[in-house]
């Protein structure tokens, strides 16, 4: 069998300002800052209104979802990215390089990326290091919005990057899908609370794996190597070779598992898009693991 050519996951930074520098931002190339930060901490526009990569569009993720959903950030309609996404200059043929303004490094921005893979976009990668590092490295920034021409974007939906509450439940029997969850250590145990949470206990889904998405990051914020980051599969007894299934609190750093398998060759890591969130409103008190509360949350 051949192997699939992946896309570039990440671009440098030096080859953003380059970019930039060169003109080459426009229907070909749009930059995406896909900064959110916690109510009462940072505000991610009012951030992006005062600096950011010149020619960047602010992608607002709570305008970019589904609403009329009583579980945290689920995916927007297909209808509903496609017009968000057209509106901010993207056409299918658009290479799109999404970054955010955590101090991480990356936060938001491969939920981003995932989101435009899923909604089948092949040409999109996250900003290595972020706008941390571009800050950093003393690179551009402007306090000058972004006015895209409209474009259309045409999305179809890859349900194979995609999985229910329905399938994560079945999965618990079949065991088809490995399940990887990227919370803190202590949020999956169920020692810690979640932040920012009313009614919603901390714990697990039943036979998931931990793998803290902060730990694919370097402490500069840049992502690790393919290298690294397949060992740290291997730590956890994670086959590559095998499906996966990633989760978290609601679907957004899970989205850092699917990155980097990506980045170690496997491009078809699969969100759970409801996580925990859902799944503790939704599921049967056996299938939710806890340390705290008795044992289960």
């Known amino acids: 069998m051949v192997p699939q050519v992946l896309y570039r996951a990440l671009v440098s930074t030096k080859w953003l300002a380059e970019s930039v520098r060169a003109g080459r931002l426009g229907p070909g190339l749009r930059v995406l800052d896909a900064s959110w930060y916690s109510p009462g901490t940072r505000e991610a526009r009012k951030e992006y209104l005062e600096r950011h990569v010149p020619g960047a569009s602010f992608f607002d993720i709570e305008e970019c979802r589904d609403r009329a959903s009583p579980y ?41 990326w995932w989101m435009f893979r899923v909604f089948g976009h092949r040409t999109v ?6 706008f941390r590092n571009w800050l950093k490295e003393g690179h551009p920034v402007t306090s000058e919005p972004s006015r895209p021409e409209p474009a259309v974007f045409k999305a179809t939906l890859d349900r194979s990057l995609l999985k229910t509450y329905e399938q994560v439940l079945e999965n618990l029997e079949s065991k088809r899908f490995q399940l990887v969850d990227s919370r803190a250590q202590g949020r999956y145990l169920g020692t810690q609370p979640e ?71 496997k491009p078809d890591v699969a969100i759970y898009d409801g996580s925990w969130f859902e799944w503790f409103h939704r599921a049967p008190p056996e299938t939710r693991v806890s340390q705290g509360k008795g044992g289960k949350a």
């Open 125 to 130: 990668s996250v900003l290595n290091g972020g």
């Open 195 to 265: 932040p920012d949470a009313v009614g919603l206990d901390s714990g697990h889904i039943q036979g998931s794996v931990n793998m803290p998405f902060m730990d694919f990051l370097m402490e500069d914020g840049f992502e690790k190597s393919p290298e690294e980051l397949r060992a740290m599969f291997e730590a956890k007894k994670v086959d590559l070779a095998k499906p996966i299934i990633a989760t978290c609190r609601k679907g957004v750093t899970a989205c850092h598992i699917a990155l980097a398998a990506y980045l170690c060759g």
């Open 72 to 112: 945290e950030m689920m995916l927007p309609s297909k209808a509903g990215f496609a017009d968000y996404v057209g509106s901010l200059g993207i056409s299918n043929d658009t290479h799109v390089v999404v970054y955010d303004g955590d101090n991480l490094g990356s936060f938001y921005a491969p939920r981003v």
